[in-house]
């Protein structure tokens, strides 16, 4: 599988307190990440992919891997919709 990577260019991001706001330039949409989504974006460095933004999260959490696969799914699903990901 292939690494993850942000889509350089293509979102501005500036932390606000505990989160992370990230503005895709592509679609306009706003997210806000905080918590586990926060720890997700984080990772996301071009160097890991699915499987190990799993195991990286799971053991940092303390959490099953096939409920952390949940939440980095749904991430990654709505990142790459907003143009987030390369």
């Known amino acids: 599988m292939s690494a993850i990577r942000k889509a350089s260019g293509e979102f501005i991001e500036t932390d606000v307190d505990d989160e992370t706001i990230i503005v895709s330039l592509a679609s306009g949409e706003l997210f806000s990440v905080k918590e586990t ?35 980095i799914d749904a991430f990654l699903t709505d990142a790459a919709r907003a143009g987030l990901l390369a």
């Open 37 to 71: 989504g926060l720890a997700i974006w984080k990772l996301i460095d071009g160097s890991r992919d699915r499987g190990q933004l799993i195991t990286a999260l799971s053991a940092a959490y303390s959490v099953d891997e096939t409920e952390i696969a949940y939440d």
